[in-house]
């Protein structure tokens, strides 16, 4: 059985940092891009950040460039997501996903997709 499973989330103050992690079994996902989404309450799910398989690209929703990096360990089947200076905004289920196909999952349409972790961002 495929698997994503996310952890790392909880509640953190205002300008605190959090690291999500993602850890991938039932088959390798080394050659597949992998990302993060987020869903906050009463919201559509939308596209964090992404990173292609030999880690030499990634791309941010505008909103936390500058503040959150992926990041990932082909070795551990494992994708990251470090969160600094987070923002009560920032609150949301955080979903991992993987696609062979970067625009495919930077779309929303990865195959695979974890179940979620929250984070609670408090002012």
């Known amino acids: 059985q495929v698997q994503l499973v996310e952890s790392g989330g909880g509640l953190v103050q205002a300008g605190g940092s959090l690291r999500l992690s993602c850890v991938g079994s039932g088959r390798t996902f080394s050659s597949d891009a992998m990302g993060w989404f987020r869903q906050a309450p009463g919201k559509e799910r939308e596209f964090v950040a992404v990173i292609s398989w030999l880690s030499r690209s990634t791309s941010y929703t505008d909103s936390v460039k500058g503040r959150f990096s992926v990041s990932r360990d082909n070795a551990k089947n494992t994708v990251y997501l470090q969160m600094n200076s987070l923002k009560p905004e920032d609150t949301a289920v955080y979903y991992c996903?993987?696609?062979?196909?970067?625009?495919?999952?930077?779309?929303?349409?990865?195959?695979?997709w974890g179940q979620g972790t929250q984070v609670t961002v408090s002012s």
């Open positions: 996903a993987a696609d062979q196909d970067i625009v495919t999952l930077s779309r929303g349409g990865a195959r695979y």
